[in-house]
């Protein structure tokens, strides 16, 4: 039981704006639970015969205060108790036809991945972004033989083999990564993406609104001219970093003298030979050398190529 309700816990909604999303739906022996933008679906042999939705957080505490597997009882009077040895306790249940259960839908019309998804969103999601006015860009884009993330300041993909075009958002991308399962197959529907697991459990996620631009389009169609070890240029920047006259918006530049600060209450320059000039946000581009193995910082103030093992992106710099 505990291994199932662990699953569900991600999708359950911690706000209370509409308290029955922070329940568990228990039905037909499964258990369901969903936050308005994603659904998980467990099968649970051990609720089987117990048809109640029921407070999410009250319900993970009283099992896990049990010294093994947990007794339920509904009773007379609309509660439900959950005791082993010397622990009891009894929680209020919500109106059981009032919760918007799902149905997965039908089962024909999923197709299995055509690579494993979590290696890639691994890779992919230092790149994600978080501007809620750019919602479309708070996810993985799956298209044109690549995975693609962007924070609109640095562009990054990995090759895959999906043949289908589709974009995960953050949220489904944060409970795929916390389960750490793969799925078996995957819908892509109208309005949402389905995955199917191993022993008969589903997730739902909504999509997420607004379109990609043709990210393709930012990639260099030629190789660098030239690259600088990103390597090297990673740890002059965090030589650095602390030293942000501005902390909450860093600001690093290079040139001829090396790698440094701007100007400021204080300041720090590591000295590195050869470097052209450029300025950039210190996160984005820590994430891009962090990733990649060479950066052509050449074609500044435009976009920055870098390539790693199996990835590569682009960085854009400020204007100086």
């Known amino acids: ?77 609309g509660k439900l108790t959950i005791s082993k040895g010397k622990f009891r306790a009894t929680l209020p249940l919500a109106d059981h036809a009032a919760f918007p259960k799902i149905v997965r839908g039908h089962e024909g019309s999923m197709k299995t991945p055509a690579q494993a998804l979590l290696p890639i969103l691994r890779c992919l999601y230092p790149f994600i972004g978080e501007d809620a006015s750019r919602s479309w860009s708070c996810g993985v884009l799956f298209s044109s033989g690549y995975a693609w993330a962007t924070n609109n300041v640095c562009l990054a993909r990995v090759p895959c083999y999906e043949e289908r075009s589709y974009v995960l958002p953050v949220f489904a991308i944060n409970e795929l990564l916390r389960v750490g399962q793969e799925p078996g197959a995957i819908e892509d529907s109208e309005n949402a993406l389905i995955f199917g697991f191993m022993n008969g459990w589903w997730m739902r996620c909504q999509k997420l609104a607004g379109e990609w ?62 470097l052209p000039a450029g300025r950039f946000r210190a996160e984005p581009l820590l994430a891009a050398l962090d990733a990649s193995q060479s950066i052509d910082l050449s074609t500044y103030p435009k976009a920055c190529y870098w390539s790693g093992e199996g990835i590569d992106g682009v ?6």
């Not at 030629?222 to 990103?230: G, H, I, K, T, V």
């Not at 960085?315 to 100086?320: E, I």
């Open 315 to 320: 960085v854009v710099g400020m204007r100086a």
């Open 1 to 77: 039981m505990r291994d199932a309700l662990n699953l569900v816990r991600g999708a359950v909604s911690t706000k209370d704006l509409l308290p029955v999303l922070t329940h568990f739906h228990i039905y037909d022996g499964r258990v369901q639970g969903g936050n308005g933008r994603i659904v998980i679906d467990v099968p649970c042999p051990e609720l089987a015969g117990f048809d109640c939705t029921v407070p999410a957080e009250r319900f993970l505490k009283a099992v896990d205060a049990c010294d093994g597997e947990p007794k339920l009882k509904l009773t007379d009077g």
């Open 213 to 274: 631009p043709n990210v393709a389009a930012f990639m260099p169609a030629e190789p660098p001219a030239r690259a600088w070890p990103s390597r090297p240029l990673a740890e002059a920047v965090r030589k650095v970093l602390p030293f942000c006259p501005d902390p909450k918006y860093p600001v690093v530049q290079c040139g001829p003298e090396g790698v440094g600060t701007l100007e400021g209450e204080m300041s720090a320059l590591v000295g590195y030979e050869d």
